[in-house]
């Protein structure tokens, strides 16, 4: 079982929560940072400390406030502590369930465990704490296991991509046809990018194209 754990959350409640699971597997030795700044920086401590922790908890989303951070998101916190020390544990614990975004953090940043904050979120930490601690096996909430299921459906790909740069900055999808036409970029007929784009909105759970746009901004795509 592991030794030495931190958890990066700014929502109270679910720091709690997270701290009542760890007690209950007489797990101890844990700290907590509200910032990812903060979690950022006990980690880089305790490894020139020689006493580096070996789970990192982190949720992917932190609010806003008046103070000015250099590590906004819990997708950048994981990457950048992938890159410090690679042999942690790493498990996301968030309300996200857009399945290229968890699947990006398993093939990207290498996590180790993504459960889904919800109903049975508490079990489901438990389980991955119990799971990822004796082994390298993978855990993920039943609820989103599809994320790493994607490859028979579908994918985003460079020309993906170039359409929604285009659509972000307000090119309207008859000129970036015409674009597309002209740089003979395919698909570029007038119902293909409408099934592509049909597509995307489907695959980001997106409602229309300009929450398509947001969503794809938060998550870094463009």
Known sequence: MFKKVIIAEDFEEFNLAVKQTLSDL??????????????????????QDNEPFDLLISDLSFKKDHREVKIGS????????????????????S???????????????EINAFVLKGRNSIEDLRKAISIISTSDQKFISPEVASALQEK???????????????????????????????????????????????KLKDFFKANNTVHLVSITKDMGII
């Open 152 to 198: 028979g459906n579908y994918e985003i790909d460079d020309v993906d991509i170039k359409i929604l740069k285009y659509l972000s900055s307000g090119t309207s999808q008859d000129d970036i046809i015409e674009i597309f036409k002209t740089s003979d970029i395919k698909p570029n007929s007038k119902s293909a990018m409408e099934k592509r784009l049909s």
């Open 26 to 47: 007489n797990i101890v030795n844990f700290q907590h940072a509200k910032y990812c700044d903060d979690a950022f920086l006990k980690i880089r401590k305790a490894i």
């Open 74 to 93: 819990g997708d950048e916190l994981i990457q950048k502590v992938r890159e410090l020390q690679p042999n942690i544990k790493i498990i996301a614990y």
């Open 95 to 109: 309300v996200e369930d857009k399945n290229v975004r968890i699947k990006s953090l398993f093939d990207d940043s």
